[in-house]
């Protein structure tokens, strides 16, 4: 087992494979000059690096920074990351359910952050410099961050909604009987079959009048209740007779109305004289009252819901009422889940150097909260050909791996993607936790030929696989992975619309990260009816004030941690810097949130 999400123990030197899958190349005479005079001010900047993020033991000989930033010219990070402290969220707590290997957030190498120190200004939309050099996969020299945390959500709902609409040979939309459409999302509009209601319906139990009162009670034309109980015009029957003028009759809720009638005198409003026989309302009788005319609610060929909207109970409610027995909607994405690493338990308590797998129970139930068909996890362990294979052969829509995203010596899954000609589309994000996640695009073998069998001189012709989603194996990384590039892939790919973003105020002051997004677990509150929020504010007299709506940051919210998600109803987007008490914030809700209610419990 190893210990840390890089990996290795050592940035790699001159001619060892990077992690984006090509060779590190020296650098020119020019650039190692330039770096030589440098020397004294790198050693400095190397010795507090290796110290604080400890890449290598007391026993190893130690060289200098500069001729490892020699060998990689290529290396650039965000500005200023020399010689700075890693924020202490990545370090794993003792205890905690931690997929070790690949789930802390990758150190900066004393290497890489020389080249941050000496780079261009990052563009604030990709967080990638200009001209910056880039290998085949996307990925640049090094493990820093080369997406921003917005970007890297906008690009995966775009790619979402490209494989919704153009993956080679899949199905997009298909038709569902009623009972099994909820939970898909129409792929065309719901269009009313018919009138709603289809014809003028009592909305009440009592009496249909015709005419001004007080009125002559009548029986019901076909009905035969007995000589001693009149049940009147009842729903499900067919058009009652025409009602004279100054005649009543019972009516049940939902029965049709006869012709000629005006309105509709509720039971409680109405009282019958036994020895003359008439009717008399207790209350004005205006015209039209208490019934439903016929098209209220809509008239056939009326647009009742538009495509992409989710079919909710009630949804499924309104198309059976509109006439439908089955609905076209987009099938649910297919999503694999390969959990990755030799040192998860499945079962007991962590033993042996053995942790257990916080992941594989989790992934699988929130990806289905998401709308997806999830299939059992499979437990890979740290094997590249098993990866490999099970990469090749899905035939589902995503693929989600945990763990296994950075560079260590059994980080599998740059090396994997190189191989197999995945296309990396995000390679990196600069959100804390989870900045090691990555987005690809696989690609899919198709044979040619007949039978199945390449003829001679033929080559597999390759299309659009599946995306995969690189999930860091830490807990919270892994969540902060499944809202930043998941969540919005698989919306797209189910053809849902995203979710309009909303701000709420922050309670307390958020810690943030110097240069990344922070994704911070929160309950929400309402304010005490006194005006106050009950925690306070120290921001000079900014508050919630009296009823309003604001949020509370949760404890345990380190990258290895979940008590605090598990406690949690969203998560607070916090910019690089932080936020002070009474800032407003966006907020990601978590999937089961509406279901929840809002529980503090001992997490705040």
Excluded at 143 to 156: M, Q, V
Excluded at 364 to 369: F, I, K, M, S, T
Excluded at 483 to 511: F, I, K, S, W
Aim: hydrophobic letters at 35%; charged letters at 20%.
């Amino acid at each position: 087992m190893t210990t840390g999400s890089g990996g290795s123990d050592r940035p790699p030197s001159a001619g060892v494979p990077s992690a984006g899958g090509g060779p590190v190349v020296s650098g020119g005479l020019a650039a190692r000059a330039a770096e030589e005079k440098r020397a004294a001010e790198e050693e400095r900047a190397v010795e507090q690096a290796l110290a604080l993020v400890g890449s290598r033991s007391s026993s190893e000989p130690r060289s200098t920074g500069r001729h490892r930033a020699a060998d990689r010219p290529g290396v650039a990070d965000r500005p200023g990351t020399a010689g700075r402290l890693r924020s202490t969220e990545t370090e794993p707590e003792p205890g905690s359910s931690v997929q070790s290997r690949c789930s802390a957030e990758p150190p900066h190498s004393a290497d890489e952050a020389e080249a941050a120190r000496r780079s261009p200004a990052l563009d604030p939309s990709t967080d990638a410099a200009p001209g910056q050099d880039r290998n085949r996969h996307g990925r640049r020299h090094g493990h820093g961050p080369t997406t921003s945390w917005r970007e890297a959500r906008a690009l995966a709902a775009r790619s979402g909604r490209s494989g919704q609409s153009g993956r080679a040979g899949a199905v997009r939309a298909g038709r569902l009987p009623l009972g099994q459409a909820l939970g898909h999302v129409l792929a065309e509009p719901l269009v009313a079959l018919t009138d709603l209601p289809p014809f003028d319906t009592s909305a009440m139990d009592g009496w249909v009048v015709s005419g001004p009162g007080p009125w002559s009670v009548r029986r019901a034309a076909g009905v035969d209740a007995g000589p001693n109980r009149d049940l009147g015009i009842l729903a499900g029957r067919s058009a009652p007779a025409t009602l004279p003028d100054g005649d009543a009759v019972r009516i049940a809720t939902g029965a049709r109305i006869p012709a000629d009638a005006n309105a509709v005198i509720r039971s409680e409003h109405a009282r019958v004289d036994e020895a003359t026989g008439l009717l008399h309302a207790k209350h004005q009788v205006l015209p039209g009252q208490d019934i439903r005319p016929r098209g209220q609610e809509c008239r056939a060929g009326d647009q009742l819901m538009p495509a992409g909207a989710l079919v909710t109970p009630a949804v499924l409610g309104l198309a059976a009422a509109a006439g439908y027995d089955a609905l076209v909607v987009v099938p649910r994405p297919r999503v694999d889940v390969l959990v990755l690493g030799d040192e998860l338990l499945t079962a007991g308590l962590p033993h042996d150097g053995l942790i257990r797998d916080a992941l594989g129970p989790m992934i699988g139930p929130w990806l289905r909260a998401l709308g997806a068909e999830v299939s059992a996890p499979q437990r890979l362990g740290d094997d590249a050909a098993a990866l490999r294979r099970a990469l090749t052969t899905s035939d589902a829509d995503l693929v989600i791996t945990t763990g296994g995203t950075a560079a260590g010596p059994v980080d599998h899954v740059h090396p994997v993607l190189a191989e197999i000609g995945a296309e990396l589309l995000v390679d990196g994000v600069a959100v804390r936790p989870g900045h090691p996640m990555l987005l690809a695009r696989l690609k899919k073998n198709e044979e040619l030929g007949k039978g199945g069998e390449l003829g001679k001189g033929e080559e597999p012709k390759k299309s659009d696989g599946p995306y995969l989603v690189g999930l860091p194996g830490n807990p919270l990384a892994a969540v902060s992975g499944l809202l930043t590039l998941a969540e919005p892939l698989l919306r797209g790919l189910a053809g849902r619309e995203a979710e309009a973003p909303y701000r709420v105020v922050v309670r307390d002051e958020v810690q943030g990260h110097p240069h990344d997004t922070r994704l911070v677990p929160v309950v929400h509150r309402a304010g005490s009816a006194d005006g106050r929020s009950g925690g306070g504010y120290d921001s000079g007299g900014a508050g919630t004030g009296s009823g309003a709506e604001h949020v509370v940051p949760l404890h345990y919210s380190g990258p290895a941690m979940l008590r605090g998600i598990a406690a949690a109803d969203g998560l607070a987007v916090v910019p690089p810097g932080g936020v002070r008490s009474g800032t407003e914030v966006e907020i990601l809700d978590l999937p089961w949130a509406s279901a929840m209610p809002w529980t503090e419990g001992c997490f705040t």
